[in-house]
């Protein structure tokens, strides 16, 4: 799991200042942070909805593309077609998903990607 996501990270929002040592940007740290307590302030969707619709200068897709995989890793949440961030919200727009199970995968998954990128450092 952690291979997976820091490859992906690295494509991501990952910057590197040369000789295979990476950094994230500022701003990333704390739209990551704030993804779960968007989730819990709002509801799922309009935080899905916030995240997918990218404004500003952090691009915001790349952090529900890294939940997507967390929660598809190794069949713990095989209801999700694919690990994109179009198919996470897609699936939670269907009405025949258990939004409150949903909720609490993406949560758990958000926590995991926070712990992840504190490991690096800001710049």
């Known amino acids: 799991e952690h291979g997976m996501i820091m490859s992906f990270l690295k494509f991501a929002i990952l910057s590197t200042t040369g000789n295979n040592t990476f ?3 500022k701003n990333y740290d704390g739209k990551v942070s704030g993804f779960g307590i968007t989730v819990l302030l709002s ?3 309009p935080a899905l909805i916030m995240y997918f619709n990218e404004s500003g200068d952090v691009k915001t897709r790349p952090i529900l593309e ?3 995989m967390i929660i598809r890793r190794d069949g ?3 209801l999700l077609p694919q690990a994109t961030a ?3 919200l897609q699936h939670a727009l269907n009405q025949n998903v258990n939004l409150k199970e949903l909720t609490n995968y993406i949560l758990e998954a958000s926590i995991a990607l926070k712990q992840v990128v504190r490991t690096y450092e800001l710049k």
Do not use: T
Request: avoid cysteine; charged fraction near 15%.
């Open 43 to 45: 509801g799922l969707l």
């Open 76 to 78: 713990i949440y095989q």
């Open 23 to 25: 950094f994230i940007k």
């Open 66 to 68: 890294a939940i997507a």
């Open 86 to 88: 179009d198919s996470l």
